[in-house]
């Protein structure tokens, strides 16, 4: 997760904005992931959002976001066992998935271990903008 536009490398990045979109982009207070990170987030987003696609504007208010957290959270624990790959897979969706698949399975531990982080970042992210803001849009791809 990356809390700046300045430390974006080009513009291939989902940007998750505080609020519903306005139309404009690289807000200084918005969360940024690349789309083989955000994307393994994308079964937990859809299965409360349903609207929702890395590619597009997806608005999401701030009680679904709430879901999304504690889902997010539950995804954590779970992860922090170091399940399997097959199991892991249940939970998680790969984008580019023989590619980033292969590279998990290969650097499981560091890569599982780097995920928690993040979605312990993201969910720390979400609860504080939720506490001031009715919606979060993310916008994809």
Request: glycine fraction near 4%; include cysteine; aromatic fraction near 12%.
């Amino acid at each position: 997760m990356i809390t700046s536009p300045k430390e974006l490398k080009g513009t291939c990045y989902v940007e998750v904005q505080p609020g519903c979109h306005t139309g404009s982009f690289w807000h200084d207070d918005s969360a940024y992931f690349t789309d083989e990170t955000f994307g393994l987030f994308s079964q937990v987003i859809s299965k409360f959002a349903p609207s929702y696609s890395i590619w597009g504007i997806t608005e999401i208010v701030a009680d679904t976001w709430q879901l999304i957290k504690e889902e997010l959270k539950q995804l954590g624990q779970f992860l922090s066992s170091y399940p399997p790959i097959d199991e892991i897979e249940k939970h998680i969706a790969f984008v580019y998935e023989e590619d980033n698949k292969k590279a998990f399975i290969n650097n499981q531990q560091e890569l599982t271990a780097q995920l928690i982080e993040t979605i312990n970042m993201f969910t720390s992210w979400i609860n504080d903008t939720c506490s001031t803001h009715l919606h979060i849009t993310i916008l994809g791809i």
